[in-house]
């Protein structure tokens, strides 16, 4: 019988509509700290910017927020886009955060941008990096985070000797096979970009390497939940979840909306179906529906961890959306 996996939360901090930025900060600590009390392993940020729904940019500065406001939940990055900085100034951020927190932050790295180009440039300004560079900055990382060693020129103070947990986020098959050539956790971003997802967790598993760090193969995949009561209810509040979907496929972004009526049946067909593709490993639906679709999604991946990802307009039925959701994953 398979292993129910671990359950854990990814936050974009999303602002909504009528809201403010500061509000949407205080709902994250708030997620946070209800995520712990339900037994969530980890609640993780990702860094975007110049997106105006999204206010987790200075991540390293949202974990330490984060952290601080709870008391045993591990917080990270999900991730830091590792080409926009220089891993000297990621080995200090996190290698401060470490010191602050022992034993509860991760370093969640991506090779993309996270942005678009305009504002890639902006962050880099006469850095030249690419995506091709990342594996040397992995490796690069790690030495920084790993005790200083006799005669080392570059040291990373704070950070040298704190050994923060470093995974590896894709949602191609490029880091899945480095995080299995490193023998890194590997965590697949199935809950925006699922075509991929058994290919590169195969890959990932055939081709893993044990390390220092880890033994066997841990894959973590991103899982966009909207749980509630009845079926119908969590349909209607997923629509807010739709609607940001709809605009990052059309490149309308925008503040994330309350929920309507009906959404979907009202759109064309094909917007519709690029909704579905992008939702692929989405569970939407009550405590049963929940259970089920979690259930089979374990079966079918293996995974040892799923990251909830949960864009519920109102903030108290998130809350219980994550509560429904952690019930039904252990039930």
Do not use: C, K
């Not at 105006?52 to 917080?75: D, F, W």
């Not at 594996?135 to 005790?147: C, F, I, S, Y």
């Not at 390497?209 to 991103?222: C, E, F, K, T």
């Amino acid at each position: 019988m398979t292993t129910q996996p671990l359950l854990s939360m990814l936050d974009l901090v999303a602002v909504r509509e009528g809201g403010t930025v500061a509000q949407a900060l205080e709902i994250a600590v708030r997620t946070a700290r209800h995520a712990e009390s339900l037994g969530f392993t980890r609640y993780w940020l990702a860094e975007h910017h110049n997106m105006p729904g999204i206010a987790s940019s200075a991540t390293a500065v949202l974990v330490g927020h984060v952290a601080g406001a709870t008391r045993s939940i591990r917080v990270g990055s999900g991730g830091i886009m590792l080409p926009n900085h220089a891993p000297l100034v990621v080995a200090e951020a996190f290698g401060t955060l470490a010191e602050l927190y022992p034993g509860r932050i991760d370093l969640g790295l991506g090779r993309a941008p996270g942005t678009d180009g305009a504002t890639m440039r902006a962050l880099r300004r006469d850095r030249v990096e690419t995506e091709a560079d990342f594996p040397r900055d992995v490796a690069e990382l790690q030495q920084l985070l790993a005790p200083a060693q006799p005669g080392q020129r570059i040291v990373a103070v704070p950070g040298a000797g704190t050994q923060v947990p470093i995974w590896l986020l894709g949602s191609s098959l490029f880091s899945a096979q480095l995080a299995a050539h490193m023998g890194l956790p590997y965590a697949f971003a199935s809950h925006f970009a699922p075509r991929l997802l058994q290919a590169a967790i195969d890959l990932y598993r055939q081709l893993f390497r044990p390390s220092a760090v880890l033994l066997q193969p841990y894959v973590m995949i991103g899982v966009p939940v909207i749980a509630a009561p009845t079926d119908e209810e969590a349909e209607y509040l997923a629509s807010s979840t739709y609607q940001r979907v709809l605009g990052i496929i059309t490149g309308q972004r925008g503040l994330l909306r309350p929920p309507v009526e009906n959404y979907l049946p009202g759109l064309p067909p094909a917007e519709r179906a690029a909704i579905a593709d992008f939702l692929a490993v989405g569970v939407v639906g009550g405590p049963q529906t929940v259970r089920a679709g979690l259930r089979a999604l374990a079966q079918a991946t293996r995974a040892d961890e799923f990251m909830l990802v949960s864009d519920v307009f109102d903030p108290e039925l998130r809350l219980r959306s994550l509560e429904i959701a952690a019930q039904a994953n252990n039930a």
